[in-house]
Each structure stands twice: as C-alpha cells, then as structure tokens.
C-alpha cells in the first residue's frame, strides 16, 4: 500500500518504489492478527486481504482503505502532515460482534533510504531506541543524504521489532503470510549486516461494538532532534486526527479558488480539483507516479506546470522562474534536468528547454503585473561546454559567483536561441519539445519549424518587455529577428496543405506528404495558431489537416503525428524505438493534443474545441465497464499518452507524471470559460460551444469572491455583448480586482 519518500523521489526513497504490475510486489504492509482464533490479514486488498469487497478512495491530500472482515469493521486513511515529514497511517477499528477482540498489530516496510535496496542493503543499520519508543533506521553509506534518520512508531505502546527481514518473512513464504505472525512477537533484532527491513508490533483491544483507533507512522529526520519531535507530536491520535483536517483544509481551499458548473458534468469534475491536484501534487512537487520516480526537475516540465496555476497560487509559477534561473549556465544553456538538494544534472543541447524561461516569465508578469521579479538577482552555473561530440553530459556543476537578474537571465537564454539555419529556422540541435527526435539536427545543422513558432511567440512577447526596461537595443533586435524568422517559416515550412514539422541535418524535410512516415505533426499546426503568426488561410488549412489525419473520433484521440515511423529510411532518433502508434510515435501524447484544443480555441471554433476537449477528457473513456478494460487506466488524472495501434488501440499510459494536466487545466480556465486575469484587472472572453445556454465560475482573488454568470442567449461561440458588476454595467467590459474581501456579482451576456 504505497511507496513513499524523503526529499528526493528518486535519489532517496525510504521504501521501494516498484513498477511491476504483475507480480505487484508490496514495501509496506499493516497487518492484524486475531490473537484468540490465530487469523492473519492486511487491511489492504494485497498482499493478504481476507475481505471479498475493498472500498478504496483517492482523495485530495489522502487514500482511504475500508473493508470489512473476520466481524470487524477495518477503515485505514494514509496521508502525509502539512509540513512535517511524516507519513500517518490513521486506521479505525469497530467490533460488529458481542464479544472483546485482542488484535496483534504489524507494520513491516522494506528499507530503502536512496535508490535502490538492491544498493543501500548492506548499509542499513536498525535500532530501537525506548525512551521515545521508535524503530529507527539509518543509511550509514549515503554522502549525500548523511545523518537522515527513518523511523516506525506508533500511537499504542511497542511491544516488539525486528529489523531482520529473513525472520519477519521467513525462508519459504512470502508477505502473503509472513511466518513472523506465526508467532507471538518478533525477535527484537537489529543492528547492521541483516537482511534489512523494519517492523513493529503492538496489541490492541476492540470491546464488542465499540471502536478503537489508532496511528502508524513512518517519518523521516535530519537528526535525532527532529525525530523525536516528530515522534512525540503524532503518536497522539488527536493531533492526527487535526492534522488531516488541516490537509483536507488545505487542498479545499487552495482548488476552491476556481470553481466551475458548466452544462459538461466531466469537464467541472476534472477542473473543479483533478488537474490543478495532479498538477501540484504529482508533477511539482513529488515528481513521481506510477510509470517514472524521477525525482529530478525537468527546466521546461516545471516551468510549464507552474504556469498553468498561475491563476490558483501564483508564488508557484513565481518560485519556480527563480529556481529555473538557478540552474542555467553562464554561457545561456541550462541544465535538461536535476536532483533538488543533489543539484546533479544533465547539460544537453536541447533547442527548447532554456526558451521556456522567458516564455513563461512574460505570461507570469502578464497575468500577474509582477514586474519586480525581473529584478531578482541569481546565481548562474559553471562546468566545462559541451564539446562537439558531446549530445549530453550528467554532472554536478558549480555555482558561479556571477548573477544576473532574473531578465538577464532571460536575455541570456534568448541570445543563445538565436542561431539559424539554411531555411532561416532555429537549429534544432539534440530535440526540441519532442525528446524523442534527437536526431534530426545533432550534427548541427537541422531545423525545427515548432521551434520557430515559439522563438518566434518569445521575441515578440519579450520586446515590450525589453522596452518597459529601456532596453531598446534588444527590443529592436528581436522584433527585426521575429519578423525575418515569420518570413523563412512562411516561405520555408508551408508544404501544401499544412507546415512541415522540421528540416533534417541534410536538409531533408521532416513533416511533408513527401515523407513516407510522419507526413504531418500536429505541433507545427497548433502552434501556428497559438503563436498568432501563421497566415490566416493557412493556419485554417493546417488545423482542417489536423483533423482529418490526426483526430480519431471514434476510438476519442488526437494523434501526434501520422503515419508513425518504423521501416521507412528517416532516423529522427530514439523516437522510431517506441511501437509504432504508441506514445509518441503516432499515439496521442497528450501534452500536444490539448495545444491542438488550445489552436481552435484561439480561432474562435468553440464547437470543436469543446468536441475536442470532451473526446479526450478521461472521465469519457471510462463510462461504461467496457471502456473501463479498453482504456485500462485510472478516469480522474490525465494520461500522458494513448495508444493508437491494434489491438491496444484507446489504452492509455502513463498516468498523473505529465504536463499535459496543467495545459489541459489552463486552456479550460482561460481559453474556452474565457478567464483571462492581466494584473488586478479581469475580462472574461469565452469560446464555448452553441448549444451552452449559461454556466457559472466562482472565481477567489486575494480574499474577494467573484460570482461570474455567463448567459449565451444567442447561442455564439464568441463574443461578449455586455458585462454588468453587482448589477451596474461596464463600459469597457473590464472588471477592476479589488481586495477588500467583499463579495460581487458578475453577469456576462455573450452576443
């Protein structure tokens, strides 16, 4: 039942991370022993579940386990405190029967504290220490994490441990049934040179038709000190019990900020707290899911998801520019990825990863009116270029003493950007967005039209901003490049009847009907439409293509790119090693597909934004028992990638770790609802469907609720005819934000 970690998902993991759907193996189990008949289970279904029906939900913030069973009623709600660093098992026992129950409680976890046990075994070293009654657990060979303590411990007193994990499990069973619970208590055996793991019993007693709870905890401190506080503040049940209020509490107030009831019951139930929880939880803060534990933070993933809560906590989006600005070079580039804490990480040359930063800074001052964060002073970083030869190099660079402010860095990083090809497009490099196409302008010379609808969206979001700061030369030099680079596009990436996706390094075209694998990507569409620079008749042209080669109505998909490579002559990299119709090689990837959604919503065509938006929403493949084992993965988080290729055709992947939920999260926001904050003022400009006669947005800025109604009378797609604030009418449509805490009444009619 889970797995968790302290600091780092990946570099230091206190139990077992494990991505084994088969066999399932488990690094933490709670078990209960009736001590009269000799009955054994787990409260969870696995590894020992007796019960023939288990009631497991997710919320926000905790997962709860019920079941009942062997006449008791078994209810277990694992979370995380607020700010400590303990995990808190709150289990709830009741008595159905006429007669006192004695319990035996078991917790066993199997240690890890770094990456792997298969590494960190021999240097796991147990002791129990009485006096605050805790089984502590200790990695005496981990430079990086030194001195870390893990620890068991429990609300009820201990009466017995083991830190062996041959005794607990025994030379010929399994966690299924564990011969430790064969007998009374464990051995009390610690110390080092074990096969390690850690487990504590204690005795409780449930009288007939009465409750008794409980805590089980497994925390994790930088010293002793800490330990013991941790120990002696949640071995007390109440403050348990307060401190998932305080959880629930917190998660409840910061979705709540935006609320939606439109006439799509799946979209409100995605918005109102799926995506932005998935989001926060999974994607900036633990790094981690079922698929991938990479720990690491990605300079263009973060940056992406921060943004899009930019509406819900903007400190998010704030925080994160000024720790991406920490991990670029002196020279402009940026480190691919790193381990927070570590600071380890990969330098590659990526097109695209350091564009993010400007990219998302201009949205951030844009939506936020933030513009001192320009002037926030960084830290670059040092360590040897990469040399010709060299695609990437995993390293631990220095902290240069030269700072620049936050638009220095961003300055720096477009400079870098600016290096072009034959066609007039921006060197490709390594892999742009697309990791996966590492080969197409490695040797230097290959082009990325993507990449030019996006330079090409930063230069011209960056010059203002180059002007607000008197920072004419820039301002000019970019609005001249912006304006020679939507010429090389328009004369060099159109190709018929949609714009090619890229130029090889031999100057072979990527994304073309001429090509037998990968005739069009749907990127090079989208973005010639969110970047506002495509030609009119062409951008139109490009998205009709995107329908009628990458949109699957029937099977609810939007491929990324069609046909996907396999036999044909073009290398475009590690990319054709994917199943042809899986990820991105022809499957949806999701990430993409809500920037396809994003493109027609952008050319006003609500009708199929919606469609769009509806068809790929999980709740929609998982409605009935049959799409449920057709699409295989859970309906409440996105997937980052659906399978498009028989017989796996409509299953989906790589579930909660993808950018794809913050994207999908904003663009309902801002680009359909039509909630577009700019500083403290507010305008609403829908694109929706026809047929949506109304829907409502309960919107909270500072401590000031906004009531939004929207009314489509006239059944458009766009357009709003008059905009009214506690029943006076606005002029310029235009709602003043104010923080005074009072409540107002907002009402738009569209027309």
Known sequence: AGYTWAENSREYKLTPWYNDPVLDPHGEVIYLTDEETGDRWSITPLPAGKAKVHYIKHGFGYTSFETICCGLSQHLKMFVAKEDSIKINLVTIKNLGNENRKLTVSYYIRPVLGVTDEITFPYLFTKYDEKIGALMIKNVYNEDFANRLAFLSASEKINSFTGDRAEFIGVASSLT????????????????????????????????????????????????EEVKRLILKYTNVENCQNELQRVQ?????????????????????????????????????????????????????????????????????????????????VEGDVQHWWHPVLNKGIRTKFADDLLWLPYVTADYIEKTGDWPILDIEVNYLEDLRLKEEEEERYSTPRISETKGTVYEHCIRAIDYSLKFGEHGLPLMGAGDWNDGMNKVGNKGKGESVWLGWFLYTILQKFSPICQTKKDEEHAK???EIANKLIKAIEENAWDGSWYRRA?????????????????????????????????????????????????????????????????????????????????????????????????????????????????????????????????????????ADVYAVEPHVGRGGWTWYTGAAGWMYRIAIENLLGLKKYGEKLIIDPCIPKNWDKYVIEYKYKDTKYL????????????????????????????????????????????
């Not at 064969?182 to 009465?210: M, R, W």
């Not at 235009?734 to 805490?741: M, S």
């Open 177 to 224: 049934l564990p011969q430790a619970l064969e007998y009374e208590t464990l051995s009390n055996s610690t110390g080092i040179s074990l096969d390690p793991c850690a487990a504590i019993q204690f005795h409780v007693e449930v009288k007939a038709k009465e409750e008794k709870q409980f805590t089980i905890l497994l925390g994790h401190g930088k010293n002793e």
């Open 249 to 329: 509490e917190f998660w409840q107030e910061l979705l709540r900020r935006i609320q939606i009831k439109t006439p799509d019951k799946s979209m409100d139930l995605l918005v109102n707290g799926w995506l932005p929880y998935q989001t926060i939880a999974c994607r900036l803060w633990a790094r981690s899911a079922f698929y991938q534990s990479g720990g690491a933070y990605g300079f263009r993933d973060q940056l992406q998801d921060a943004m899009n809560m930019v509406y819900l906590e903007p400190e998010f989006t704030k925080n994160q520019i000024v720790n991406a600005c920490q991990h670029q070079f």
């Open 477 to 479: 030099k970019y609005q």
């Open 503 to 639: 130029y090889f390094d031999d100057g072979t075209p990527l994304g073309s009907v001429d090509n037998s694998e990968c005739k069009i990507d749907s990127i090079s569409q989208s973005w010639s439409v969110i970047s506002k620079a495509g030609k009119e008749v062409r951008v139109k042209e490009a998205m009709k293509a995107v329908v009628n080669y990458l949109v699957n109505e029937e099977e609810g998909i939007i491929k990324l790119l069609t046909p996907p490579f396999d036999n044909g002559d073009l290398n475009p990299g590690y990319i054709k090693g994917y199943v042809p119709g899986v990820r991105e090689n022809g499957g949806q990837y999701t990430h993409a597909a809500a920037w396809v959604i994003l493109a027609f919503a952008e050319l006003g065509e609500g009708d199929r934004a919606w469609q769009l938006y509806n068809m790929i929403n999980p709740i929609n493949h998982t409605r009935t028992p049959i799409e449920c084992m057709k699409y295989k993965v859970e309906p409440y988080v996105m997937a």
């Open 708 to 751: 939004i109604d929207v009314r489509n009378p006239n059944g458009v797609n766009k357009g709003v005819k008059e905009v009214y604030i506690d029943g006076e009418l606005v002029t310029d449509k235009t709602i003043d934000l104010t923080k005074e805490g009072n409540g107002h009444q907002v009402l738009v009619i569209m027309g």
